[in-house]
Nanobody
Framework: VQLVESGGGTVQPGGSLRLSCSGS????????MKWYCQVPGKQRELVAG???????NYVDAVMGRFTISRDNAKNTVYLQMNSLQSEDTAVYYC?????????WGMGIQVTVSS
């Protein structure tokens, strides 16, 4: 299993980014997919998740600003991030969960700064 994130970068406060995570070596559609974020010195935290049936959940801090979606035909999960704030600055990780241990991408940096 390999997960590769893309779409990160630097954006001004109030701006938007769309993260993508492409999976390979896996039956992508059967996995529950999640996005986590991590800042230096802190634990990795859940941001949003989408089940294999398409049900979504979000942490309160991003509710109404971020949208998680998936395209099983493209083996890809997305995180649309709008109204970005400096507090959203972190490394974002894609995670695939099914039976057995979770699978992780390498992470991608998102920086929100003026």
């Amino acid at each position: 299993v390999q997960l590769v994130e893309s779409g990160g970068g630097t954006v001004q406060p109030g701006g938007s980014l769309r993260l993508s995570c492409s999976g390979s070596g896996m039956s992508f559609s059967i996995y529950n997919m999640k996005w986590y974020c991590q800042v230096p010195g802190k634990q990795r935290e859940l941001v949003a998740g989408i089940t294999r049936d398409g049900y979504t959940n979000y942490v309160d801090a991003v509710m109404g600003r971020f949208t998680i979606s998936r395209d099983n035909a493209k083996n890809t999960v997305y995180l649309q991030m709008n109204s970005l704030q400096s507090e959203d600055t972190a490394v974002y990780y894609c995670c695939a969960e099914f039976l057995g241990p979770s699978q992780w991408g390498m992470g991608i940096q998102v920086t929100v700064s003026s």
